[in-house]
Each structure stands twice: as C-alpha cells, then as structure tokens.
C-alpha cells in the first residue's frame, strides 16, 4: 500500500534531554510522523526511553551498529526487542556483518525494518578519500546499497543526491532513507549533501530525516507542517 506523505517524514529527536523529546512526539504524533533517537538521546535517555517511545510512536533507532558480526548481531537483537519500528547498522562493516545482523532478526515476529548506512550525508568526496576510499561517493553509495541488498536488508540511508543510483541499482522494494534534507533558504550546518524535501519526493525516495530544520525552530509544529507542504508535489 501506498504510504502517506506524513508516513514518509521522520523526525530526529536531537536532544540530550529526554523531556524535550518526549514533549516533542506528542506535539507531532497526531501529524503521523515518525520520529528518530540519536545517540544524544540514547546516551541521555537509554533502552528504557526507547522502549517507553516505542509505545507512542514508530521509533527508529539510529545507533549506526559497527563492529565484528558477533557483536552487531547481538546489538541488533537487544535493539530489536525494544520493539523499534526501524534500525541501522554500518554497510561499511562488510558482507558478514550484514548478514548476521539481518540473521539476527530471523526469530521476531514483527521484526523492525533494517537499514544500513553508506557514506554519512555530512561526508564530501574529499573527505571520504582522506579516510583511504578514493573516488566518488556516488559510486560507493552505489557499492555500499547493492552489497546491503544482497545481504537481505530492506535498505540504506544515503543522501538525497543518491536517491536515483540506488533506485537503480537494487531491487524495487529497496528504501532509501534520507537525511541532509534543508528548504532552499535554510542553512546546510554540518551536512553536505543537501536537497529539498520536494525534490526527495520527486527522485522517489521513501523516508525523509529532518532534525534541525524542525527541533530548533521557534514553532516545531509550523516547521514539520511547512516540510509536510513542500512534500506535497501534485
Ligand atoms: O539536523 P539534521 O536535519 O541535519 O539531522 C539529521 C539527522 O540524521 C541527525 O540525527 C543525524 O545523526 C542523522 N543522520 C545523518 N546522516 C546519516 C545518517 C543519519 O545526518 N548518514
């Protein structure tokens, strides 16, 4: 079935204070968005906020998983029984490190929606080379999304400039989740990839990650309801 604009939107709590969160989700919950815990938030609230947030809304779990397989995939189960809506692990972390976190939700009757992340939206060409992967970030989001199909996940965060060469590249079911998502007049911050939410939903991606541009503003309701409008392209 298709899914609503509003379904499309996730919110990223971004505070270290879990009261501002929660405040936040229950202004938002009745727009039916979904909502993001970082880790500021998880260093602050904990599993117990997670579990408690889960109750009141689609919850994904941002902790970016990176480790040997054995310790993601355990990370991925406890996650997972926190009965979030969505989580993430590395695609960098390799073929057996995904396999064994897409493993690792075989036993979950409604197991979450498993992402995996490429190249952080905040990276450019330049500094992805500095880390010793030269060439262009394009081609290894392209890399990064046909390995992390291949290992059963359901898809990748990428920036929205990638939208299209995963689409491309992966099976047609495969999401994209997008952060770097900026109103033309709005300042990119510390992200580099950036795009319009108009623009992700015309280049057909799926969820759309917006922190700043709505939990720093002086009315976060107007701020969501504004990306929900531009959303709406016909
Ligand atoms: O404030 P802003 O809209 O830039 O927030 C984007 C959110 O998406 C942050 O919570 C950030 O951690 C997350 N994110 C990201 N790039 C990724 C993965 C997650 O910006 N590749």
Redesign the pocket.
């Known amino acids: 079935m298709k899914k609503s604009l509003s379904e499309r939107l996730i919110i ?1 709590l ?1 505070y270290s204070d879990p009261g501002q969160a929660k405040q936040l989700v229950n202004q938002l919950a009745p727009l039916g968005v979904g909502f ?1 815990v ?3 938030l998880f260093m602050a609230g904990g599993p117990a906020l997670v579990r408690d947030l889960s109750t009141r809304c689609r919850l994904f779990l ?1 902790l ?1 998983f990176h480790d040997i397989p054995n310790t993601v995939a355990a990370a991925v189960r406890s996650a997972a029984s926190l009965n979030v809506w969505m989580l ?1 692990v590395h695609a960098g972390g390799g073929r057996k490190m995904l396999s064994a976190a897409r493993e690792a939700l075989e036993g979950f009757d409604q197991r979450p929606i498993l992402i995996g ?6 990276m450019d060409d330049q500094e992805m080379t500095e880390t010793g992967c030269p060439g262009l970030i394009i081609d290894r989001v392209r890399q990064l999304a046909v390995l992390t199909s291949e290992c059963g996940l359901d898809g990748v ?3 929205p400039l990638e939208i299209d060469e995963v689409k491309q590249s992966a099976p047609a079911n495969f999401i994209t ?1 997008t ?4 109103a033309p007049d709005e300042a990119a ?3 580099s990839r950036i795009a319009t939410p108009a623009k992700v939903i015309r280049a057909g991606g799926d969820y759309l ?8 503003a002086a009315d976060p309701y107007l701020a969501a309801g504004r990306i929900l409008a531009d959303m709406e392209i016909d």
């Not at 952060?179 to 900026?182: K, L, M, T, V």
């Open positions: 990223a971004d993001k970082g880790l500021e941002d970016k993430n992340v490429t190249v952080l939206t905040s965060v990428c920036s989740v952060p770097g998502i900026r911050q510390d992200q990650v917006v922190g700043r541009p709505v939990t720093k």
